[in-house]
């Protein structure tokens, strides 16, 4: 059985080793940063950070894939990936995290999907938690 990519966006917009944009970038499919950014990059896609590439500022996206560097917060939707030549300096939010031996990361994680959870968990409702009151001497218990 093939496996389906889970995520199709079209062409994949690189910049280049040797470039460096001072700005914000905000794309709809993926993207490849080989070379220097100083700003933000928001994408509704996955981001793939080369080796040399470096980025400066604060990331939002559905997956990445982190070969180089990051100075700044990472706000990813499903997967990030650290691998072993990745240095990140910045707190992230993820969904899932795998990161390689070797990797540099310095900050703090959160896992969204466990922030979900707690947070629905402690607004159940009371009555969810509370004992049913049982019927004593064969008489059944009314509820009002």
């Known amino acids: ?53 470096v980025v400066s500022g604060n990331i939002t996206c559905v997956n990445a894939n982190i070969i180089g560097t990051v100075i700044g917060n990472i706000a990813v939707k499903e997967l990030l990936s650290l691998h072993s030549t990745a240095k990140v300096k910045g ?6 995290l795998s990161i390689e031996p070797g990797a540099s ?20 409702p009371q009555s969810a938690t509370q004992p049913q009151p049982q019927p004593q001497n064969g008489t059944p218990v009314q509820k009002h």
């Open 1 to 53: 059985m093939a496996k389906v990519p889970e995520h199709e966006s079209g062409p994949i917009n690189t910049i280049t080793q040797g470039t460096t944009i001072k700005g914000n970038i905000t794309a709809s499919g993926d993207f490849r940063m080989d070379g220097n950014l100083q700003g933000d990059i928001t994408l509704n896609g996955k981001l793939v950070i080369g080796e040399k590439g």
């Open 105 to 124: 990361f310095s900050g703090t994680c959160r896992m969204s999907d466990e922030v979900e959870r707690s947070r629905q968990a402690t607004t159940q």
């Open 91 to 96: 707190d992230v939010i993820i969904n899932k």
